[in-house]
C-alpha cells in the first residue's frame, strides 16, 4: 500500500466470504482521513471519528451491517461564526443486498400498488460484486448525522 494509499477513505469488505459468526471491523481514520472527512462534511475538523461495525449474513444471500459511530468535531457557528466541538453518536442498522437477489424485489398489494410499512426496517440497499466499503457506509452515516 503506497502512502497515499493511506489517505484515502476506503476499507472494502468480501462479503462472498463472512464467517458465520460475522465479521466486526473497527475503522479509526487516520489524520489525514480525518481532514478528508471534514472537507466532504464541510466542517472545521474531525477531532476523532471510531466506527465499530458487524458485518453478518441476512437471510440467504443478504448482509446485515449494524454498529455505531463516535464522532468529535469542530464546526463554525451559524450565528457568530465562533468554533464549536459537538460530538456525534450515530447508530447503524443497515441490510444489503447483490443485485437481482429474489428478496430486492417490492412488495405488491393484489392491485399492483407498492406496500410500505412507514415503521418497519428500510428497505435493503443493492450491491455490486462481492465487496461492501466499510467507509462509504459509515461516511453517508456520518455525514447525514
Given at each position: 500500500?503506497?502512502?497515499?494509499?493511506?489517505?484515502?477513505?476506503?476499507?472494502?469488505?468480501?462479503?462472498?466470504?463472512?464467517?458465520a459468526r460475522g465479521l466486526k471491523i473497527s475503522l479509526e481514520p487516520n489524520a489525514a482521513q480525518r481532514e478528508l472527512l471534514a472537507q466532504q462534511a464541510e466542517i472545521l475538523a474531525v477531532e476523532r471519528f471510531v466506527a465499530d461495525?458487524?458485518?453478518k449474513r441476512w437471510r440467504r444471500d443478504g448482509i446485515s451491517v449494524t454498529g455505531e459511530i463516535r464522532t468529535e468535531i469542530l464546526?463554525?457557528?451559524v450565528v457568530t461564526?465562533?468554533?464549536?466541538?459537538?460530538?456525534?453518536?450515530?447508530?447503524i442498522d443497515r441490510t444489503f443486498l447483490p443485485e437481482?437477489?429474489?428478496l430486492s424485489r417490492p412488495q405488491l398489494s393484489s392491485e399492483g400498488e407498492l406496500i410500505l410499512d412507514y415503521e418497519g426496517r428500510d428497505e435493503p440497499d443493492l450491491f455490486i460484486g462481492e465487496t461492501?466499503?466499510?467507509y462509504d457506509i459509515v461516511s453517508e452515516h456520518f455525514l447525514l448525522a
Amino acid at each position: 500500500m503506497s502512502k497515499s494509499d493511506h489517505n484515502q477513505l476506503v476499507y472494502p469488505v468480501n462479503v462472498a466470504v463472512l464467517p458465520a459468526r460475522g465479521l466486526k471491523i473497527s475503522l479509526e481514520p487516520n489524520a489525514a482521513q480525518r481532514e478528508l472527512l471534514a472537507q466532504q462534511a464541510e466542517i472545521l475538523a474531525v477531532e476523532r471519528f471510531v466506527a465499530d461495525l458487524e458485518f453478518k449474513r441476512w437471510r440467504r444471500d443478504g448482509i446485515s451491517v449494524t454498529g455505531e459511530i463516535r464522532t468529535e468535531i469542530l464546526q463554525e457557528c451559524v450565528v457568530t461564526l465562533e468554533p464549536i466541538a459537538s460530538t456525534i453518536v450515530e447508530k447503524i442498522d443497515r441490510t444489503f443486498l447483490p443485485e437481482g437477489s429474489k428478496l430486492s424485489r417490492p412488495q405488491l398489494s393484489s392491485e399492483g400498488e407498492l406496500i410500505l410499512d412507514y415503521e418497519g426496517r428500510d428497505e435493503p440497499d443493492l450491491f455490486i460484486g462481492e465487496t461492501l466499503d466499510a467507509y462509504d457506509i459509515v461516511s453517508e452515516h456520518f455525514l447525514l448525522a
